[in-house]
């Protein structure tokens, strides 16, 4: 679905900033912050579907 959704160039800079964040959590062995990486993308994921609704 989101391969086919409308992004913006701001808005693929900034899952790009989270998903590299979350490389780096992951490969510091930092779990808390890799949580919260993950909180905070799935949480603006799923505003942005919302909004498509």
Not at 2 to 31: C, F, G, M, T
Not at 43 to 50: D, N, P, R, V, W
């Amino acid at each position: 679905m989101l391969q086919n959704a409308p992004h913006s160039k701001a808005q693929r800079i900034h899952s790009s900033q989270q998903h590299q964040a979350l490389v780096w959590a992951i490969q510091e062995r930092d779990s808390d912050r890799a949580r919260e990486v993950m909180k905070e993308h799935v949480l603006a994921t799923s505003s942005y579907l919302k909004g498509l609704l």
